[in-house]
């Protein structure tokens, strides 16, 4: 007995010797002042190509489980025992798109499409494997890129649904497959393990390719640590649509569900294997009532943020007119009810990712999170300011969280005369417009303060002081639709007052920054660039829009009665906004908005009440007097 233990002993002692330098010979990562450095070489990276089954989803009907392809770069160290975490990407664009006509957006009486020669097709840049910020950063510093080619687009298999639980499904096995739970293959159909993979994953992405790690995130999936969503969607329904409105994306009128469907369609032989889908997505999304149904709650992602366990790190353009800022708040505040670890990015850019404007501090603090997250490293990014805010080309601000603390609802009352101040006027005469279809928003804001007989105005007086907007605005309106055809009404809140603002692209500086390893075809560096910026006379700082048959619920078109006046509330796309000393803030009400509504035939009359109407402010700091 005592010969037999002393046996085990001894091979114990001598297996744990032989695994000594065996253990010491394995690559590590290194960290310095809390952070990963940038020890591996980009340039010896192994690269690789899996296909991942997507158990349990046969989107095109096969009779076999849809597959994702995804391409894999990692430290070539990897192969020598390294295990590191992922940055994944999850994308339909890699394979580009196809020519797809929008819908008609001029309609009659009843809402159906007249006929119309607009064709606005989606652009999106068809980008190389591995081109863009993450390879040439992270994979140094000890992480593998991941880049998913989503269901129904370029390799994979399977049909596109546009944010449904089928394809959220895809980059989900990814990342089951990354823990061992999914199969995967190569190119010869031979089994492939993640063997190098610590489990660990963080999405990222911007638009479509931002709105995934949402969709995954609600999902549960074990090894999703983080997600980053840029510009991205929280749900369908408030991207194609509005308080019960058929609405278009900015820049894209007519363009809908199935429209980005058909766009994103790029797999062999799709139009053969999709195409009745294709069918059932573009009538099962109703463009005649355009009411909240079963068809947009499944792609409701805020449903399920009871599910999310990744913490969640937003960045979001306040002038997004594509993916509208409500998309980022309601997630934001959603997320912020259930404690999810968070932080967010305001800035003054469009439809865009936080590094071509901002691009130092961005790998900063994302090289932070995904250290904290991925690696579990005390970076120290979640002891920084929750918020950070560009309330002006350039000037950025640290906020302990957004809405700005303090910010509280204050209402401007309307008033006959085109007046808007603190008092309510109850006496004002009620005033009317009449809907046209023809111009712009932009053109009927620039009258102000003419007449118009196409829209009403209210303005306040100039402000004393400067007055910062930090939330969500709402207006109250008290009105009658008399005759006409359009259901729509829209709201602009406005700033009058010559200043210099963001036009929305950006310029150069002439500085270049390298930050990264770089590989024939990609330096890893960068043209630091600002905003450029105009003089205008006003700005529309936000938008709003509402079905006046969905007064009630948004999921159910009510009659209108002609000449009954109605209660009618609905809310702006959320905003964080400085109105300056000297200027005048203002609403402007109208029916058609030329460039996101449907365009229904001219000559609806609507009659207001001024003084039973009010607009509700979340004012952080400011006199309104």
Known sequence: MLRRTALAVSLLLIASLTATPAAADTPTIKIENNATQPVFSRADA??????????????????????????????????????????????PYYAGGNDVANHPVD????????????????????????????????????YAIALVENIGSGR??????????????????????LNGRAR???????????????????????????????????????????????????SWYDYY??????????????????????????????QAVCGALMDRIEAEQDRITGDYSPFWDARNYLNDVRKVKASVFVAHGLNDWNVKTKQAVQWWDALGKRNI??????HQGTHRDPFSLRAKEWLRQLHGWFDQWLYNIDSGIMREPQADVEIAPGQWGQHASWPIPGSANIPLWLGSGGKLGLLPRPLSARESFVDQKARTAEQLVETVPAA????????????????????????????????????????????????????GALVPTGETWCYGQGVPGDTGCTAIRTHAVAETPYKIVSRGWLDARNRNRMDRTEPLRPGKEYTFTWDFQPQDYLFKKGHKLGVVILSTDHDYTLRYPAGTNIRVTPGLSSLRLPIVFGSLN
């Not at 070539?76 to 975490?85: H, N, S």
């Not at 994979?156 to 497959?177: F, H, L, R, S, Y």
């Not at 670890?341 to 305001?346: A, D, E, M, Y």
Request: glycine share 12%.
């Open 241 to 270: 649509r509005a308080n019960g409105g058929v609405l278009a994306p900015g820049g894209y009128q007519g363009e809908d569900a199935d429209v980005l469907a058909r766009y994103v369609l790029t797999r062999q032989n799709g």
């Open 452 to 503: 118009d007989p196409n829209r009403l105005a209210y303005v306040t007086k100039e402000l004393k002081t400067d007055v910062r907007v930090s939330g969500t605005p709402k207006i109250s309106l008290r009105a009658s639709f008399t005759k006409g055809a359009s259901p729509y009404l829209t709201a602009l809140l406005v700033d009058f007052g010559t200043d210099s603002r963001p036009t």
């Open 107 to 142: 309609v009659d009486e009843n809402g159906n499409p007249l006929p119309s020669t607009l064709r606005s097709l989606l652009t999106v840049k068809d980008a190389g494997p591995f081109d863009g910020y993450y390879d040439n950063f992270f994979v140094p510093r000890g």
């Open 184 to 234: 995967g293959f190569d190119a010869a159909g031979n089994p492939v393990a993640a063997t190098w993979s610590t489990g660990n994953v963080g999405m990222i992405g911007t638009s479509y390719n931002g709105t995934l790690p949402n969709a995954v995130a609600t999902t549960g999936v074990q090894g999703l640590k983080t997600i980053v969503p840029i510009a991205a969607i929280s």
């Open 156 to 177: 994979a298999t399977g049909c596109p649904t546009t944010g449904d639980p089928a394809e959220t499904a895809g980059p989900k096995a990814a990342i089951d497959w």
């Open 341 to 346: 670890p968070r932080k967010i990015w305001l």
């Open 46 to 91: 192994i690269t690789q190509t899996v296909f991942v089954e997507v158990a349990g989803t046969d989107s095109d009907a096969d009779g076999q489980p849809d597959r994702v392809a995804v391409d894999i770069l990692r430290p070539k160290e990897t192969d020598q025992g390294l295990k590191v975490p992922v940055i994944m990407e999850a994308s």
